[in-house]
């Protein structure tokens, strides 16, 4: 049974540049989150997909976007890259939101 | 408010019980939960505890929570060099029918000989 399976593992970005990160829920799972963890911090939530739309927003500016498929895979979109979006993103699923979350092991974006 | 609070640094003997602490803000929160993060990888799922629960044992693990002040633990038995890692303490919070977690910066576990 896969777990959560995130790509790419690493990346690296210049500033002004756009990214995308892809994320596959746990079989069974319906619910995507995303949250960005910056070195030595815990993650901060980003955003959550059901059905293909976003139901909750965490304080990130509108370069972050996100995608939800109908085979639950999901997409975070980052546009006009900072130096500051340098991070490991996270993806989390669940079976409905109320469930426990399962994570990724991350992708870890580095922008020069 | 959203805010979660945890000690950065535990040092402990190899076989000597750990004990992780929280402490959380909001009072919606519907469950709390503790993940565990080794280095280059992503968040384990450890354990996790509804809001209207005391203790939750599972195995080596012993949550406490005390909701009237906020707080939660994870007690680890016996505790092994392979429970070097950070931890992280997250509450869940409602919105509209939905949860996010809000997690703590995380408590580094160092077990020594």
């Known amino acids: 049974d896969a777990g959560v399976t995130q790509s790419p593992t690493h990346l690296i970005k210049t500033r002004g540049q756009q990214v995308t990160l892809r994320c596959s829920p746990k079989s069974g799972h319906d619910t995507v989150s995303w949250y960005q963890q910056a070195l030595g911090q815990g993650p901060q939530f980003i955003f959550q997909?059901?059905?293909?739309?976003?139901?909750q927003r965490g304080n990130f500016p509108d370069r972050f976007s996100g995608h939800q498929f109908p085979n639950y895979s999901s997409e975070l979109n980052v546009n006009a890259l900072l130096l500051g979006d340098s991070a490991l993103y996270l993806c989390?699923?669940?079976?409905?939101?109320?469930?426990?979350?399962?994570f990724g092991d991350g992708t870890r974006l580095s922008i020069l | 408010g959203e805010d979660v609070e945890q000690s950065l640094f535990l040092s402990v003997r190899e076989g000597d019980s750990s004990v992780i602490n929280c402490t959380y803000t909001d009072s919606s929160s519907t469950y709390l939960y503790w993940y565990k993060q080794e280095p280059g990888a992503g968040l384990q799922l450890l354990t996790y505890?509804?809001?209207?629960?005391d203790m939750k044992q599972d195995q080596r693990l012993t949550v406490l929570l005390n909701k009237k002040d906020k707080h939660l633990s994870l007690r680890i038995a016996d505790t092994q060099t392979g429970d070097s890692a950070i931890y992280f303490c997250?509450?869940?919070?409602?919105?509209?029918?939905?949860?996010?977690?809000?997690f703590g910066a995380g408590t580094r576990l160092a077990v020594h000989p």
């Open positions: 505890i509804f809001s209207n629960m």
């Open positions: 997250a509450e869940s919070l409602p919105s509209g029918g939905y949860n996010k977690l809000i």
């Open positions: 989390a699923s669940s079976f409905r939101s109320v469930q426990p979350q399962h």
């Open positions: 997909y059901y059905e293909e739309e976003e139901r």
